[in-house]
């Protein structure tokens, strides 16, 4: 059975997304360049080195994740990151999400690429049957987003997670499955030109 935990790289035109390294801090801090990013995220925006190392040490201290930084292959910037969570071998499942990218990397490709990059190992390295995604029903721009990749919309969790603020959030769920997987890769690549 492969190692649903192993962090291989995974390189693409874009975006080449690597095991998140304890060095990154300065590099999230700098990706970290708008509130905008950070609106519907359950963390809150890094805006000093200390604060980005901090929220490194955090994601490298989740044994539940399995956390990537993006990298920006024309620039070599670290771009954002984003991970593998609910993640079950038995069941042959994972989550993407915890994902984000710095503003300006928004509409360059890099998040089709990455996901691209994410599911092609999934269906095809793991085995994967099924790949999630969770997003606050409040954030129509994750929700078209996850759309657009060819997922399915499964329903809402109502008062699922706690926000920042305190408030309930209830969590739109999709899902893509392995039969639904060459289809959706071949109009990723077509998306991405290739």
Known sequence: MPD???LPTLTGEHVELRPLQSDDAAGVLAAADDDA????????RPTTLAAAQELVDHYLGR?????????????????????YYDIDPSLRTVAIGHTWLGRRFWRTGANTEAKLLLLTRAFEDLGCVRVVWHTDIR????????????????????????RRDGSWRDTVTF??????????RAALE???GR
Do not use: C
């Open 37 to 44: 990013v950070f609106a519907w995220l359950t963390i809150e």
């Open 175 to 184: 899902s893509m499955t392995d039969d639904e997987w060459p289809t959706t």
């Open 4 to 6: 649903f935990r192993d």
């Open 139 to 162: 954030n129509e721009r994750s929700q078209a987003a996850i759309a657009r990749l060819g997922a399915q919309r499964e329903g809402v969790m109502r008062k699922h997670r706690i």
């Open 190 to 192: 077509a998306r991405l």
């Open 63 to 83: 044994t539940d994740l399995v956390m990537w930084a993006q990298m920006d292959r024309a620039s070599g910037e670290l771009a954002g990151v984003t991970t």
